[in-house]
């Protein structure tokens, strides 16, 4: 059986969450979910896996044992969000969006080497769609497991997150999980560009986040780097990011979700893009 790496939440005997919500994030290594009260928006449980493959599963099979071993995730919920964070997504402008692009631009992107399912949601707040590619098998897993539950892609709501008209300046909001970071840059209330990368090193993060900035022709000094997710004070990876930005802000919990206390042990912005997305669901 596979351990949560965090598992936050009130002890509470004969625990059930009739009333709750159940908000999951499904990445290529990586599940989280967040369960919280669907009236009050009170956390209720916070919990975040690694799948790291081995020698005899791949991280599909992980992900299948985590769903059909975790017991919260067999009890019976008000509603039910799945978040699919897989990198080949593409942000397309609303005026020239047909669902009849959904294959056919993926595939030219990205190639039919992989044959997931092509899926297509509007982002709320912004004139765009957003066109992505999910493995079939994660999908049919979902489904199958969570019959009444509503899909979306990570990029959709987190840009929903966004408030357009509140944005000044030059700014990169940056999510980092343990091996990968997303990152929006933005420029003034227009988006540059949404991606996901892949790092091992904190030069790596820092190189790919430089090649932004020298792809629009911004200097760094420039740049408000706004970090969550997996990212210490203390880490190198911080250290490395603040060589270059000289202003790295932490984004924390909104003040629209209590949290009982259950997060004082951790640091809130470990958690704070889920339950931002969360406001969104």
């Known amino acids: 059986m596979i351990h949560p790496s965090f598992d936050i939440g009130l002890e509470q005997e004969n625990e059930t969450f009739g009333n709750a919500c159940l908000l999951m994030e499904v990445g290529e290594r990586f599940f989280n979910y967040i369960i919280y009260d669907s009236e009050s928006r009170k956390l209720l449980r916070v919990r975040q896996y690694i799948m790291e493959p081995s ?23 008000k509603e039910t969000g799945i978040l699919y964070n897989f990198a080949e997504s593409n942000l397309f402008p609303e005026e020239h969006f047909s669902i009849g ?29 957003n066109i992505y590619r999910v493995p079939k098998y994660i999908h049919t897993l979902f489904q199958q497991r969570f019959q009444a539950g509503k899909y979306w892609h990570f990029y959709t709501l987190f840009m929903s997150t966004v408030q357009k008209e509140k944005l000044e300046g030059k700014m990169i909001k940056a999510v980092f999980y343990n091996d990968r970071f997303v990152a929006a840059f933005f420029s003034g209330d ?92």
């Open 55 to 77: 020698v005899d599963k791949g991280p599909y099979e992980r992900l299948e044992e985590i769903v059909a071993g975790d017991p919260l995730l067999a009890q019976d919920m």
């Open 101 to 129: 692009l959904n294959t056919p631009l993926t595939q030219l992107i990205y190639g039919d080497v992989n044959k997931g399912l092509a899926l297509s949601e509007k982002i709320n707040g912004w004139e765009m769609y």
């Open 190 to 281: 227009r988006l540059l560009i949404i991606q996901t990368f892949i790092y091992q090193t904190p030069e790596d993060a820092s190189y790919h986040l430089l090649l932004m900035c020298r792809q629009f022709n911004i200097a760094a000094a420039d740049i408000s780097l706004q970090i969550s997710g997996l990212i210490d004070e203390q880490s190198a990876l911080y250290t490395e990011l603040t060589k270059y930005f000289p202003v790295v802000e932490y984004e924390g919990i909104p003040e629209a979700i209590p949290h009982q206390g259950i997060l004082d042990e951790h640091p809130a912005y470990y958690f704070s893009p889920l339950l931002k997305i969360s406001l969104c669901v």
